[in-house]
């Protein structure tokens, strides 16, 4: 299995709460803490691949998953899989989606941010007999 994770992230500018003890990160900073919270969830993730090759070894394909991260919070919210883009069979992609709702930024950002990820799921082709 070969798995890209390809991050795009807007940030959306917004007010400032009142007593918000959060941070303002630039675009930058902000698509690599994204990045980095969600690869917490990467077993969890090839685990929902190792249950799809199961299934279908053959099982391959991308899957696009936007959401965004709550400002207030930190939170991932609305993970949807953008089905326009994505290949991959769509039980993989809800499992995706169930890894990662509800995953904090933390500290929270002062705006709100918008991403689109990319999993490239490749089967292993067989080896030949020895």
């Known amino acids: 299995m070969r798995t890209t994770i390809t991050a795009i992230l807007f940030i959306a500018l917004s007010a400032v709460a009142p007593g918000c003890s959060c941070v303002a990160r630039d675009a930058d900073t902000y698509r690599k803490d994204t990045r980095s919270l969600v690869e917490t969830r ?7 691949y190792d249950v ?8 391959a394909g991308d899957v696009v998953i936007n959401f965004e991260v709550e400002k207030k919070t930190g939170k991932i919210i609305s993970p949807s899989i953008d089905p326009q883009r994505t290949t991959a069979p769509e039980g993989l992609g809800k499992c995706i989606v169930d890894a990662i709702d509800g995953l904090e930024l933390d ?3 002062r705006r709100a941010g918008q991403a689109s990820f990319t999993w490239t799921f490749r089967a292993n082709p067989p080896r030949p007999a020895a």
């Open 52 to 59: 799809a090759l199961v299934t279908d070894p053959s099982t």
């Open 42 to 48: 990467n077993q969890a993730i090839k685990d929902c």
């Open 107 to 109: 500290p929270v950002d």
